[in-house]
């Protein structure tokens, strides 16, 4: 019989209440005991984690004979002394860190053999659905559409404005050229969303091995070639020191009339800026989940062109992706117990 392991859970009572089904606590029961740690908090909370004297002290308490460590939010940041504190540790998982090791020191954690998993990707679905929908609305020009309709106009008065539609132009998905900024977890499903589409993939992520482009037949490239070749573009990659600003006024102008720009990452990645001065000229669509700066402000240029489809950044929003998040991190917990490498290791973002 194998060896019974110990899991604690840190983090505050309505992030549990919200995000854990008992169906997950009780399959993580098979393998493991389970032990909660509280601390104070709601059920989702921005900023650095706690780093008061008792909020550690009781983390270093809580650790001491646990295989397995899972943090969420309202936990301290897992640090050196936290690892040391903790001879058993084989793993720290991070349900809510949006794959950024907000509350792990992940290179401690190397340097003491404990692997560091993070399951926030648990929200990847629906973000690429919605980037798909998205997709679909800009190459109809629904958005325009809609506001038309929503004003009381006519929208076709005659058969010629309807000719001059892009949405009429170029409104199929099939067979055109997508292509991606990064390709993580997201944009792997969001690449399997588009195989009955039949498109040409390309994509642009220096951290995405030249196998993948085999396994998921596409074309790995440089962003400019994204933005000049591209029917569509969608943009993917997570927010670090250093993509802040990766789409500039150079990408966005190498982009061609009638192309489609969809944003389900972060704001900052775009210059808002450059972006709103190419909208004006009207020959490019963007359909936006996100923004710079965000809630988008009340008098944004970006409300009122008919050019532009916003959504208030819900793309990985669902009542269905919250629970998900501690049911991969049960099915990590189990892979290293049985011994198996996990499959959403935690890396720095801003180390890569």
Avoid at 252 to 264: E, H, K, S, Y
Wanted: with cysteine.
């Amino acid at each position: 019989m194998s060896e019974r392991r110990t899991v604690g859970i840190v983090g505050t009572r309505a992030s549990w209440e919200r995000y854990v089904e008992p169906a997950s606590v009780e399959r993580l029961r098979r393998v493991a005991d389970v032990r909660w740690l509280e601390y104070p908090g709601t059920d989702r909370q921005s900023g650095p984690p706690p780093s008061d004297p008792e909020s550690v002290a009781r983390l270093l308490s809580f650790v001491a004979d646990l295989d397995a460590l899972v943090v969420g939010y309202g936990a301290p940041r897992v640090t050196a002394d936290v690892l040391a504190a903790a001879p058993r540790l084989m793993v720290v998982g991070d349900t809510h860190g949006d794959r950024f090791a907000a509350r792990v020191d992940v290179a401690a954690a190397a340097a003491a053999g404990v692997a560091v998993v993070d399951t926030t990707n648990g929200s990847s679905d629906p973000v690429a659905e919605w980037a798909l929908a998205l997709m679909l609305i800009g190459l109809r020009n629904a958005g325009a559409h809609f506001r038309r309709l929503v004003r009381g106009e006519l929208l076709w008065p005659d058969r010629t404005v309807f000719q001059s539609d892009p949405g009429y132009l170029r409104g199929e998905l099939t067979g055109k050229t997508v292509g991606l900024i990064a390709a993580g977890l997201i944009g792997r499903r969001l690449i399997e969303l588009l195989r009955p589409f039949g498109v040409h993939v390309l994509v642009s992520d220096p951290g995405v091995p030249d196998l993948l482009a085999g396994v998921y037949d596409l074309d790995l490239t440089d962003l400019d070639t994204v933005m000049a070749r591209s029917d569509v573009v969608v943009c993917l990659a997570p927010l670090t020191d250093r993509t802040a600003g990766l789409v500039g006024p150079a990408q966005i102008r190498a982009m061609r009339p009638g192309t489609v720009f969809v944003n389900v990452s972060r704001g900052p990645v775009v210059d808002s800026d450059a972006l709103v001065e190419r909208l004006r000229t009207g020959d490019l669509i963007a359909c936006l989940d996100v923004f710079d700066p965000e809630p988008i402000p009340v008098d944004s240029p970006l409300r009122s062109m008919d050019n532009v489809f916003l959504s208030p950044h819900i793309a990985g929003v669902t009542a269905q992706c919250e629970p998900r998040f501690f049911d991969l991190m049960v099915d990590e917990l189990e892979r290293v117990f049985a011994g198996y490498r996990p499959r959403f290791p935690l890396v720095p973002r801003n180390a890569q």
